[in-house]
């Protein structure tokens, strides 16, 4: 495993929270709330990515077509 994705979730993780607190302070809630869940819609797809990787890995090995 790559400590790079780690670090890549991260920081999806570091600057989704701190444009949070900073639309939250603005009274900005609603636009908040959507930044939070496209953070979550990204670090999903990074994971998705993984899993796939791991199946075609997994595909490969076994020879599997």
């Known amino acids: 495993m790559e400590v790079g994705i780690i670090f890549k979730i991260a920081g999806v993780g570091l600057l989704t929270a701190i444009v949070n607190i900073v639309l939250k302070k603005s009274d900005k809630d609603e636009i908040a709330t959507l930044v939070t869940l496209t953070g979550l819609v990204i670090v999903l797809l990074i ?14 090995i076994l020879n599997l077509y």
């Open 47 to 60: 994971v998705l990515d993984m899993i796939g990787g791991l199946f075609d890995g997994l595909k490969s």
